[in-house]
């Protein structure tokens, strides 16, 4: 499984703002996978924001539930993030991470950088 993460790279306050995974090799609604989306703001560590799974059941990190939503493109076989009112704190490099748990196998994008900046 291939991940692809796009994005728009630089984002306004208080904009939304919207990234895609693009997959390659699987299927994204086959059951036993999961899509998340994880994040590593600058000089900090790993934040997983949520999930969905290939049966389109999402979960939310706590934090962020309130601005945070995952969605599937089954057309374009995307996975989609759009979080609302960003700030300059979620200035981060944003990841697609894919869980297969039936093999416990997983595979990461290699990430898209986002800066919210007026």
């Known amino acids: 499984v291939q991940l692809q993460e796009s994005g728009p790279g630089l984002v306004k306050p208080s904009q939304t703002l919207s990234l895609t995974c693009t997959v390659s090799g699987a299927s994204i609604r086959t059951e036993t996978y999961f899509w998340n989306w994880l994040r590593q703001p600058p000089g900090k560590g790993l934040e997983w924001m949520g999930v969905i799974s290939g049966s389109g059941s999402a979960w939310y990190s706590p934090s962020l539930k309130n601005r945070l939503s995952i969605s599937m493109d089954t057309s374009k076989n995307q996975v989609t993030l759009q979080l609302l009112s960003v700030t300059p704190e979620d200035t981060a490099v944003y990841y697609c991470?894919?869980?297969?748990?039936?093999?416990?196998?997983?595979?990461w994008g290699r990430g898209t950088q986002v800066t919210v900046s007026s």
């Open positions: 991470w894919h869980w297969n748990s039936a093999t416990d196998r997983i595979s």
